[in-house]
């Protein structure tokens, strides 16, 4: 289905683990600090208010290992066709 015009890069892969890498951990350590802050508003709060932070603290850490650890980004279909002929070489 490809045109002849239509020019495919040398690979499909995805980004390295080295580069994916810092990006889950920021997305871990930003959940993280929401739930310190909900800690500290449990003890801040008034009651009702405080049973809601109190559930966000109990309950973050297991949303924020699914976030960090969610699939590596997929590759979509047709996604290494380039946009513009690569210059020659030679």
Do not use: H
Not at 9 to 27: E, F, H, W
Not at 28 to 38: E, G, H, L
């Amino acid at each position: 289905m490809a045109n002849e015009e239509d020019v495919y890069d040398i690979t499909s892969a995805q980004k390295s683990l080295s580069s994916d890498q810092p990006g889950r951990q920021r997305r871990y350590f930003i959940s993280m600090m929401v739930r310190t802050a909900c800690f500290i508003l449990t003890v801040v709060l008034p009651s009702p208010y405080r049973w809601i932070a109190l559930v966000g603290a109990v309950f973050l850490p297991y949303v924020a290992v699914v976030v960090a650890n969610a699939g590596r980004e997929t590759i979509i279909p047709g996604a290494a066709i380039l946009k513009k002929k690569p210059r020659s070489l030679s």
